[in-house]
């Protein structure tokens, strides 16, 4: 009876240690339409390092953001990330995206004929036409500040200013797929505060469209996500 005891505990142990290991470590996700070129498609279902860039803490509530053993996201990375445009849900809750990252804190991005400088922790950039707009979003979503702008002029906290200091990093992303807008073309610069960790594997795929025992496409299994 001991010996039946101890058996079920070792299991019991051994199931909440998978749970920990699935939750802290890597999760799978499914990649949502219409995918990120070149890499994936609607229906993946991919593996994701939580530890790539430090596990995520805090962020929400009394806790703030932090990260246990952090490192730096590098260009060229395939980030998962919360979306950022959500204001109702918790960061965590929201619904999840991928996309490479283009740029990082203090790098310079084109957006047709205008030349935009990504904001960083701590970094000073300076206000003018070009950026404006996306200054006084930043200010509002995720630093909550109270920022608007007036006769082309940005105000923070009820003053006029002239140049911007966050408290955040911000990362540009994108789907490298002209067809999907779901990136920084569409909700700005993306806050560290977001990012899940870096996608390293593509275990399997499957049409959404076809029933739950069929549309599993054979040349999508176990496949390693490197550049």
């Not at 960083?120 to 630093?143: A, P, T």
């Not at 797929?177 to 700005?188: A, E, P």
């Not at 275990?203 to 959404?208: G, T």
């Amino acid at each position: 009876m001991r010996n039946l005891l101890k058996f079920i505990l070792a299991l019991v142990i051994a199931f909440l240690l998978m749970l920990a290991f699935r939750s802290l470590a890597f999760t799978i996700y499914e990649v949502p339409s219409p995918g990120i070129k070149s890499h994936l498609i609607a229906g993946d279902r991919v593996i994701v390092n939580r530890w790539s860039y430090g596990l995520r803490t805090g962020g929400e509530g009394f806790f703030s953001y932090s990260r246990w053993i952090s490192s730096p996201v590098e260009k060229g990375d395939l980030v998962v990330f919360n979306f950022p445009l959500d204001t109702i849900h918790d960061i965590s809750d929201r619904a999840v995206y991928a996309g490479y990252c283009d740029a990082l804190p203090g790098d310079t991005v084109r957006i047709g004929s205008i030349q935009i400088e990504i904001p960083g922790k701590g970094r000073i950039i300076k206000v003018d036409s070009s950026n404006i707009k996306m200054l006084c979003n930043i200010y509002i979503l995720h630093e909550k500040r109270k920022a608007h702008i007036q006769n082309g002029k940005l105000y923070v906290d009820g003053k006029e200013v002239s140049y911007c200091c966050f408290k955040n990093n911000y990362y540009w992303i994108s789907s490298r797929d002209g067809s999907n807008q779901m990136d920084s073309r569409y909700f700005g610069p993306l806050p560290e505060s977001h990012i899940i960790g870096r996608m390293v594997m593509l275990v399997y795929s499957k049409d959404a469209g076809k029933p739950f025992y069929s549309g599993f496409r054979d040349d999508r299994w176990f496949i390693w996500l490197n550049d």
